[in-house]
Structure formats: C-alpha cells, structure tokens
C-alpha cells in the first residue's frame, strides 16, 4: 500500500547530484515545474525512470530492502524535484508531529536524500521529511554530527533564528564552562571554520572582561554608583565567506569586529561620572584551507588571530595544520594535528600542541592509539577554548562490535580503554584511567551500557591551587556506570545513567544520577522532564588564599540538582509550541580547611574559614514558531529569569524544595520579544 500520501521535496537550491558508482539514476529537465501537491500525476513525472531496489542501512546493513520505494528525479534552472512512493501497511506507519529538525528519537517515519554536493564525498547536504510533512535539513562533513544526528541540524537550508537561555551552573572547577552557541549567524555555516577546534565564538560577542572588577566596585564600596555596566559586547560586524573549488579545495574567511565597551561610575560623595574601559575594540579573523583528498581522506590549515586596540592591550594567533588519512577500503586511518600559538603584548609567550593517532576504524576489531602534546604555553583561548594546557598523555582502545544482528541483539560492542597522563612541564604524573565498557542493543528497541574503571593511582591535579607547580593529591577511585533507555517510538520514553564512584579511603564517594522521562499524549502533544542529582564527600576546591598568597583549598559535600521540564504541541506541521522551565541547585557546605604541602598533602593548620554556598538558577522559556512560508516564519517568544544577583540563605534552605519554593518570592526578569523573517528569492525576482 501506498505510504499515506506521495512524499515530495522541492529543493529551491542549485546543486548537483552525485550517487555511489555502483548505483546511477538520470535526472530529467522539466520544461515546466511539477505541481507540489503530494501527488505523481505530472505528465513530466511519467518521463522520469524510477531508482528501486534500495538497501538497507539498518538493521542488516547492505541486506535488500523489505519494502518496495520508488524515486525519480527532476530539475529546472531553478529548484530540483524528488517524487518517492514509499509502499508500506499504513497500520505500521508513525505520524508524530514534532518540531523542525527533532525527527530522531521520535514515533515518526521519514524520507531524507543526501546531496554531495562538491563531490568530495565529504562534505554535503540532508535534506528530509516526516510523514507529518515537517522538514530537517542539515549540513554534512567529517567534523559534524554524532551519533544520532547525520550532520549540523543548527543549519537550515533558509537562515532562521532560535535563541535560548545557557544552562548556568555553579562552577566548582578550576576550568571555564562551556557554553553552546544560539545565535544563528554563528551556527550556520561555520563547519569548515572550527574544522581544527580552534573557533569557540562565544569569544565574539561576550561578556566584557572588565565587567566582574566593576561590578565587584559597586559591591565593595558604597559610595560607588554603577550607572552603566555592559554584560554584552557590541558587535559591528560580522562576515563570513566559504566554499569550494572545483579541485575539492575548501576556502573559508570569517571576520568580527566588537566594538570598545565601557562602564559609567558615578561617585555619590561628588557627584562626579568616570567613564571606564572594559573590553577594547577587537578585531577576529579566521582563515581555512581544507583540501578534500581521495575518498574520506583531508588535509586542513587554520589560523586564527585577535587583534585588540591599544598598545598594551593583547592580541594573539593561532597556526594549525590537521590531517586524517584512511586507505582504499577505509579500514585503517592516521590522523594528526600540529598547532602553534603566540600570544603578544606586555609579556608575550608562546606554545605548541601536536596529536598522532593510528587506528583500526572498521570491521568487527577495531583500536587505536594517540599521543597528545600540549605544552605549558599553548594557549588558544582568545578565539578558541582549551580546557587546560601542560598536558603530556597516551590512550588507546580496542574493541569488538557487532553490527549483524542475533537472535537476541541488534548490535553490540565491548570496548577496552586506557588514558595515562603527565604534566608536560616540569614531566612528572597526573593521572591514570583504566575502563572497559559494553553496550547492547535489544531486538525491542531497549538498549543498556555498562562501564566500570579505575583511578588506580592517587591523581594529582596541578590545576586547582592556580598555582604554577604546586599540586593537591586526589584519592583513587573505581567507578562503575550503567545507563540506557527504551523503546523511543513508544509513548512513554524513558532514558537513564547512574555512575556510583567509591574511593580508597574512608568517608568519600560520589555519584551521579540521570533521568529522563518523555510521554506523548498524542501525535501533537508530548512532555518530558528530567532530573540529574550529583555528589560528592570531601570533595576538594580551592577555598581561597592566605593574605600572604598561600592557597587553602576547602572540603565540601557538594549536591548539584538539575532538574527541566518540558513540553511542546504541534498545532500544525509548521505551527508548534514549546516551553521549557529550568531549575538549577547546587548546595556547598564547607567540612574543614586545609594548606597544601610541597607533595600534595593537606596540612589542618590554617584557621581561614569561608560561608557555605548556595546557589539558584531558574528560568522559563517558550516559543511560539509559526512557518508560514518557505524560508519566512513569525517568533513570539517569552522569558523568565531569576535575577542574577538573587540569594537565598543556605542556614535556612538546606533542601531542594526548600530552595524551589521560595524562587517565587524573589525577583525575576521578563522579557517577550516579537520576530518576524520574509524570505526574498533573488531567482523568483528575477523572472518577474
């Protein structure tokens, strides 16, 4: 039977189409473009030869088809058509309605077709469409996608915009949060700029880095007024130009320039306004080559480079070289990265990071092997983000997976990994991090992973005191995690993890919770929520410093509580509804104060002491999307925010719904914005 209605994409791009050499299908020219009704009755469709006798993708990989589909091709000088009969029993096909690009882990059937466009077999185009005649569009290359998604959904084929609120959290660390990017401008089509890892573009457009010291003003003298106080850096402009050549060769310019921000002090003894600079004028730029060789095989040069207004200002570059090499079969792969960074100003530095990795990457025995360099200097943090640097570390894995399924399993792997770890400078031990792991996934759909592994030696963390060279010691561990979910075509989905962590010594653990649950009420409506609870005794944070500099570290008995709810309904294919509330908990008692000693031991000699902290986030999104034309939509949306400098006392809120009760009471931040985008087709101008 024929699957509901005829599925038909019309594909207002110019591209070419490039199929496996095994397989070809001619596309005809159509004097007149084909009516998009759902419907094959086009005289021109008759013209069309259909491509039958598809493959399977899963679950047995290159095994015929079990249903029939048919699928011709047309184009014009404008747009390129494909019609797809898709013969199926309509009692077995599902029709969710969901949200643009949200297809994956839902009850909905779909069609999608791939588009190599620079015939590179590298980079390209998805182009798909549910059964609830909702779209998903993506853009593909070697460095996007996962193990979900084909590709970077965040790109739509007509640039549209979708802003959200980052999950802040209370950063216990010594290592910046990252946060994923929103905007549009900085999503869609910027693959080939962070091919490297060298581009985080939460640089361009942050907060201010002289913010915190003034808003720390205001806080500590009284007789300061902020009048003015930017979170926000301006931007001027930002460009972006890529593409490719008809030699595979891959050219991408990006620049931004963000405009001097200031802050407005006003002195209420005198009356007097200073004006103060916090974030200079600065100007970014990135440039790509990315040269597609034979079959998955690249070769790809990066430099990236910050230029700050003013003499003692700093600016920085950036220089990589990335390659990754596959043979003929695409069996085996080498892959390697060379970075070289120079940082100028007032004391000017420099660094270097390679990274060799060989492996098997196919068949059913699969391992590798990396080295990872990355020298005390190595800094690309101006436009880039690098967790920490000074690392010298060698891992390796090796694996069995089965992709043929038995009597019991679709697929399953079992994989063995390893990580040891040193300081690059001076040489000496960190870490070492031994871990086996198993996943299943059940013929029902249901799938479990286990992991167990170890710390079996006391690890050394260099990087909490903030203290060149100095270091604390952190206890060995074993951990074990499982986790998995059921079948998502069902109505009620439910995903989990939970890792238990036991250490050497008395009185210290950790764990980690996850859940999420998701019930679809209808085709129309479904609500998820989810719950992540973290803990650990004794765990170790810098507390401080002496007045004499001496750093004092604290053991705390932290608890992190995160939990979202969620809901969307589809009025329409292109008219949807979502809301999201976010409510975020982290409790930090302190147990006792310690220095540390020249072998990273804790010495209970100090009398620093320092309150215990507790810290709320909350905040409601919802969005109203209506896409009422192609590439052309109206946005309403609504915010609501618990203001930033908002405290409740942690002697009197000790539990989480102590916490949650007591938000309402305090003062939150509204916002309702209004969008609207018109899509202006230049070809369809242009013919009138």
């Given at each position: 039977?024929?699957?509901?209605r005829l599925f038909f994409i019309p594909l207002l791009l110019l591209y070419t189409i490039a199929f496996p050499q095994s397989k070809?299908?001619?596309?005809?020219?159509?004097?007149?473009?084909?009516?998009?009704?759902?419907?094959?009755?086009?005289?021109?469709?008759?013209?069309?030869?259909?491509?039958?006798?598809?493959?399977?993708?899963?679950?047995?990989?290159?095994?015929?088809?079990?249903?029939?589909?048919?699928?011709?091709?047309?184009?014009?000088?404008?747009?390129?058509?494909?019609?797809?009969?898709?013969?199926?029993?309509?009692?077995?096909?599902?029709?969710?309605?969901?949200?643009?690009?949200?297809?994956?882990?839902?009850?909905?059937?779909?069609?999608?077709?791939?588009?190599?466009?620079?015939?590179?077999?590298?980079?390209?185009?998805?182009?798909?469409?549910?059964?609830?005649?909702?779209?998903?569009?993506?853009?593909?290359?070697?460095?996007?996608?996962?193990?979900?998604?084909?590709?970077?959904?965040?790109?739509?084929?007509?640039?549209?915009?979708?802003?959200?609120?980052?999950?802040?959290?209370?950063?216990?660390?010594?290592?910046?949060?990252?946060?994923?990017?929103?905007?549009?401008?900085?999503?869609?089509?910027?693959?080939?700029?962070?091919?490297?890892?060298?581009?985080?573009?939460?640089?361009?457009?942050?907060?201010?880095?002289?913010?915190?010291?003034?808003?720390?003003?205001?806080?500590?003298?009284?007789?300061?007024?902020?009048?003015?106080?930017?979170?926000?850096?301006?931007?001027?402009?930002?460009?972006?130009?890529?593409?490719?050549?008809?030699?595979?060769?891959?050219?991408?310019?990006?620049?931004?320039?963000?405009?001097?921000?200031?802050?407005?002090?006003?002195?209420?003894?005198?009356?007097v306004e200073t004006k103060v600079q916090t974030e200079p004028l600065t100007n970014y730029n990135i440039f790509v080559l990315d040269?597609?060789?034979?079959?998955?095989?690249?070769?790809?040069?990066?430099?990236?480079?910050?230029?700050?207004?003013?003499?003692?200002?700093?600016?920085?570059?950036?220089?990589?070289?990335?390659?990754?090499?596959?043979?003929?079969?695409?069996?085996?792969?080498?892959?390697?990265?060379?970075?070289?960074?120079?940082?100028?100003?007032?004391?000017?530095?420099?660094?270097?990071?390679?990274?060799?990795?060989?492996?098997?990457?196919?068949?059913?025995?699969?391992?590798?092997?990396?080295?990872?360099?990355?020298?005390?200097?190595?800094?690309?943090?101006?436009?880039?983000?690098?967790?920490?640097?000074?690392?010298?570390?060698?891992?390796?894995?090796?694996?069995?997976?089965?992709?043929?399924?038995?009597?019991?399993?679709?697929?399953?792997?079992?994989?063995?990994?390893?990580?040891?770890?040193?300081?690059?400078?001076?040489?000496?031990?960190?870490?070492?991090?031994?871990?086996?792991?198993?996943?299943?996934?059940?013929?029902?759909?249901?799938?479990?992973?286990?992991?167990?592994?170890?710390?079996?030696?006391?690890?050394?963390?260099?990087?909490?005191?903030?203290?060149?060279?100095?270091?604390?010691?952190?206890?060995?561990?074993?951990?074990?995690?499982?986790?998995?979910?059921?079948?998502?075509?069902?109505?009620?989905?439910?995903?989990?993890?939970?890792?238990?962590?036991?250490?050497?010594?008395?009185?210290?653990?950790?764990?980690?919770?996850?859940?999420?649950?998701?019930?679809?009420?209808?085709?129309?409506?479904?609500?998820?929520?989810?719950?992540?609870?973290?803990?650990?005794?004794?765990?170790?944070?810098?507390?401080?410093?002496?007045?004499?500099?001496?750093?004092?570290?604290?053991?705390?008995?932290?608890?992190?509580?995160?939990?979202?709810?969620?809901?969307?309904?589809?009025?329409?294919?292109?008219?949807?509804?979502?809301?999201?509330?976010?409510?975020?908990?982290?409790?930090?008692?302190?147990?006792?104060?310690?220095?540390?000693?020249?072998?990273?031991?804790?010495?209970?000699?100090?009398?620093?002491?320092?309150?215990?902290?507790?810290?709320?986030?909350?905040?409601?999104?919802?969005?109203?999307?209506?896409?009422?034309?192609?590439?052309?939509?109206?946005?309403?949306?609504?915010?609501?925010?618990?203001?930033?400098?908002?405290?409740?006392?942690?002697?009197?809120?000790?539990?989480?719904?102590?916490?949650?009760?007591?938000?309402?009471n305090l003062p939150h931040a509204n916002e309702l914005t209004l969008k609207f985008i018109y899509f202006l087709d230049y070809n369809?101008?242009?013919?009138?």
């Amino acid at each position: 039977m024929l699957l509901g209605r005829l599925f038909f994409i019309p594909l207002l791009l110019l591209y070419t189409i490039a199929f496996p050499q095994s397989k070809s299908l001619v596309a005809i020219k159509a004097e007149q473009a084909p009516k998009i009704d759902g419907e094959l009755n086009d005289a021109v469709w008759d013209k069309a030869p259909a491509a039958t006798n598809f493959i399977q993708k899963f679950p047995n990989s290159g095994f015929p088809s079990s249903v029939k589909t048919n699928v011709k091709i047309l184009y014009d000088n404008s747009a390129i058509y494909i019609g797809a009969y898709l013969f199926d029993d309509p009692a077995l096909i599902h029709k969710q309605l969901t949200a643009r690009d949200e297809e994956q882990q839902a009850d909905v059937d779909y069609f999608a077709v791939f588009f190599d466009t620079y015939n590179d077999k590298q980079n390209g185009f998805q182009f798909l469409v549910t059964t609830g005649n909702v779209q998903t569009d993506a853009r593909l290359g070697p460095n996007l996608g996962d193990n979900v998604n084909y590709g970077d959904k965040t790109w739509d084929a007509v640039w549209d915009s979708k802003i959200k609120i980052d999950n802040v959290i209370n950063n216990l660390s010594p290592f910046e949060v990252k946060f994923d990017e929103h905007r549009p401008f900085f999503t869609e089509g910027t693959e080939i700029f962070n091919k490297s890892g060298l581009f985080y573009s939460r640089r361009i457009g942050a907060t201010p880095a002289g913010y915190d010291s003034i808003s720390r003003m205001g806080k500590i003298n009284p007789s300061l007024d902020i009048k003015k106080n930017p979170t926000v850096t301006q931007l001027y402009n930002a460009i972006k130009f890529s593409g490719r050549t008809k030699h595979k060769l891959g050219i991408g310019v990006f620049n931004a320039v963000g405009a001097p921000m200031n802050a407005i002090i006003k002195d209420k003894t005198n009356g007097v306004e200073t004006k103060v600079q916090t974030e200079p004028l600065t100007n970014y730029n990135i440039f790509v080559l990315d040269q597609a060789l034979k079959g998955r095989s690249y070769l790809t040069f990066t430099n990236t480079n910050v230029i700050r207004e003013g003499k003692e200002q700093r600016d920085a570059n950036v220089s990589a070289l990335d390659f990754s090499l596959y043979d003929n079969e695409n069996i085996f792969n080498v892959k390697g990265t060379a970075r070289y960074s120079k940082i100028f100003g007032i004391n000017p530095y420099d660094g270097f990071n390679t990274m060799l990795r060989v492996g098997k990457v196919s068949g059913k025995f699969q391992y590798f092997l990396q080295n990872l360099v990355k020298s005390d200097r190595y800094d690309p943090n101006d436009l880039g983000y690098l967790l920490f640097p000074n690392e010298l570390s060698y891992s390796g894995e090796i694996g069995y997976f089965q992709y043929s399924p038995s009597k019991t399993f679709l697929n399953y792997n079992y994989k063995l990994d390893f990580r040891y770890a040193r300081l690059y400078d001076p040489n000496a031990f960190s870490d070492l991090n031994i871990y086996a792991s198993g996943y299943w996934y059940f013929k029902n759909l249901w799938n479990v992973g286990l992991k167990v592994g170890a710390f079996p030696e006391d690890q050394r963390d260099y990087f909490v005191l903030n203290t060149p060279g100095r270091f604390v010691k952190r206890p060995a561990w074993s951990y074990a995690q499982v986790q998995g979910s059921t079948d998502d075509r069902k109505r009620f989905y439910f995903t989990y993890s939970y890792l238990i962590g036991k250490f050497y010594i008395p009185g210290k653990n950790y764990h980690l919770a996850l859940a999420d649950l998701r019930y679809r009420f209808s085709n129309k409506l479904s609500i998820e929520a989810s719950i992540n609870h973290e803990g650990e005794k004794n765990y170790i944070i810098l507390a401080g410093k002496e007045s004499n500099g001496e750093p004092v570290i604290g053991f705390v008995d932290f608890t992190n509580i995160e939990s979202i709810f969620s809901g969307l309904y589809n009025f329409a294919p292109r008219i949807n509804l979502t809301i999201r509330a976010r409510h975020y908990w982290s409790k930090v008692p302190y147990n006792k104060f310690a220095h540390v000693t020249s072998t990273g031991d804790y010495a209970f000699n100090t009398s620093f002491t320092k309150p215990n902290e507790n810290v709320n986030y909350f905040n409601i999104d919802a969005l109203l999307t209506w896409d009422f034309k192609l590439g052309s939509r109206i946005l309403l949306g609504y915010k609501n925010w618990l203001g930033d400098d908002e405290f409740l006392d942690p002697t009197n809120n000790k539990t989480y719904f102590r916490n949650f009760s007591r938000l309402f009471n305090l003062p939150h931040a509204n916002e309702l914005t209004l969008k609207f985008i018109y899509f202006l087709d230049y070809n369809q101008l242009r013919k009138k």
